[in-house]
Structure formats: structure tokens, C-alpha cells
């Protein structure tokens, strides 16, 4: 059966599944629709028209608030909204598989109990993002020439020696477009480079390169939330190498290899969460 939270920005949750007192019942707006925009051709032909937007329809449906506490529970349940800054629908179809979705609730129509004591309050949620499956990846060494990759063109890019070799990880290829990273490192860097390389292919999706020495190392290429920090959280564009770009994604098309290497030998942990996006889940 599948199941419903809400979250909020403390990372707590409120269940809609019956176990804090409400059920999302009748859910709409989980399915995919597409923008396609055309021109007329004359004699019953038209021509599609190249368009980025990517609709998202509200996910709507009906909570159900249950005895013997309905009206008590929508109370609680409505300031635990108006108290969060930001909202995830949590959604988990089948299994252990779950996706997210940044939004707001737009509406909460509170109605009169029916015949069983129970509240239907019928609601909206507009989405902020698609859906996205986060995954957690660690960084882990890589010496001098293991997985080295043989590039066949010139690219406008700098790649600092080591004398102990790299940090990455492989990410593999998900979703329906480009995945968003949050990458963490927590130990001291000197001109720390982060580059994503195509692992088959060789091409280089994205580079950013930071001068000075850093104590701890925090980017994030999410849409709703990109940045680049340092461990402390300061602010670390200003020293972004120019022709350089911290808010890289990963494509859909190949797996690849996320590196970090720096001019002084890496101590600490490195991480990056994935963020696999989906048109519908």
C-alpha cells in the first residue's frame, strides 16, 4: 500500500498514513504531463516548438482526520505547517522506495465530521521541485593512475598533480534529468578541485576549482539551493577559479566519476548526495 509524510525543515515528520491521526486519501496530481507548445502548419499539420518548462501539477486529495480526536489533530496538524518554513511530500509507492517534493500546501478546506466522526478536509499541495530520490555516496581513495581516463580532445581545463593520488566515487546514471549534487568534505584542502567526468566517454561535466586553502569544503548544485561554502558555512564564490562553475549536475546518459583533489594530501571524509530527479514516480 502506499504511504504519505510530511516534512518539515527539522527534518520531522507527521504520518499520512493513519498513525498520527490522518490519512491522505484520493490522491490526484501524480502522474507526468508535458508543455508542448506548437505552431500552425495549414492543412491539419503543426510543428512542436522548443519549450523548458516542465509543468507540475498540484498533488491533491482529501486528510482524513480520525476519531476520537479529528477536530484536536487538524489544529496540531495545521500549525505543524504554518510553523515549517519549508515542506517535502514524502511518497512511497511500493517497498522501501521513496521520493521527495519540496512544496506548500495552497489550501485546507475544513468541512463538518461525517457520520463516523472522521474530518474531511480536502487539500492541495503545490510542488516546488519534481520528484527526486536522494542517495548517499562516500568518497574513498584513489592512488596515483587507477581509473585514469584518456580524454580525446583538449579540454580548457587545469588538473593539479598529487603525490597520494584522489577521492572519488562513481555515480551512476538515474532519473529523467540532470541530478543534483551536495557534496561535503570535512578536512583541510589547498586549491581544491571537484571535477565530473563521463567515466565511458570522458567528457567533463562540470569543474569547480577554488584558490586558497579551505577547512572543510560544502557545494550544492540544487536548484532550489545552490552554494558554495566552506566548513564554517562562509561564503566561497569569490574564490572560485574563473571559468569554473560549482553548480554542476550529473547527466542521465552515463555513469561517471566525481573527483576531488587538492595540492595537499586529503585527510577527513568526503561525501555527495545524489538528488535523481522524475517526471513521475
Known amino acids: ?162 603525490t597520494v593520488g584522489s577521492w572519488t566515487v562513481e555515480i551512476s546514471p538515474a532519473g529523467d534529468q540532470p541530478a543534483s549534487l551536495v557534496f561535503t568534505f570535512t578536512g583541510e584542502a589547498e586549491n581544491p578541485v571537484l571535477t565530473l567526468t563521463g567515466a565511458d566517454s570522458g567528457v567533463v561535466y562540470g569543474q569547480c576549482s577554488v584558490s586558497g586553502t579551505v577547512s572543510g569544503l560544502r557545494l550544492s548544485s540544487q536548484w532550489l539551493d545552490s552554494y558554495i561554502r566552506d566548513g564554517a558555512g562562509n561564503d566561497l564564490l569569490d574564490a572560485v577559479s574563473p571559468g569554473t562553475d560549482p553548480f554542476f549536475r550529473a547527466p542521465v546518459t552515463e555513469r561517471c566519476l566525481l573527483r576531488l583533489e587538492a595540492d595537499n594530501e586529503l585527510s577527513g571524509s568526503a561525501s555527495v548526495a545524489v538528488n535523481y530527479f522524475y517526471r513521475s514516480v
Open 1 to 162: 500500500m502506499r504511504k504519505f509524510w510530511i516534512r518539515n525543515n527539522k527534518g520531522v515528520e507527521w504520518a499520512l498514513n493513519g498513525e498520527q491521526g490522518v490519512i491522505f486519501a484520493l490522491p490526484e496530481g501524480l502522474g507526468a504531463r508535458w508543455n508542448i507548445l506548437t505552431a500552425d502548419l495549414g492543412h491539419g499539420f503543426r510543428a512542436e516548438l522548443p519549450t523548458d518548462t516542465v509543468p507540475s501539477d498540484p498533488v491533491a486529495g482529501e486528510l482524513n482526520f480520525l476519531p476520537p480526536s479529528a477536530y484536536a489533530t487538524y489544529r496540531s496538524f495545521v500549525r505543524f505547517l504554518t510553523a515549517s518554513d519549508q515542506l517535502i511530500l514524502v511518497y512511497q509507492p511500493y517497498g522501501s522506495e521513496q521520493y521527495l517534493c519540496r512544496g506548500r500546501f495552497e489550501f485546507l478546506q475544513k468541512g463538518e465530521l461525517d457520520q463516523t466522526r472522521i474530518l474531511n478536509v480536502p487539500a492541495s499541495f503545490t510542488p516546488f521541485s519534481p520528484w527526486y530520490s536522494p542517495v548517499d555516496l562516500d568518497l574513498t581513495m584513489q592512488e596515483a593512475g587507477e581509473n585514469d581516463l584518456t580524454y580525446p580532445f583538449t579540454y580548457p581545463f587545469t588538473y593539479p598533480s598529487s
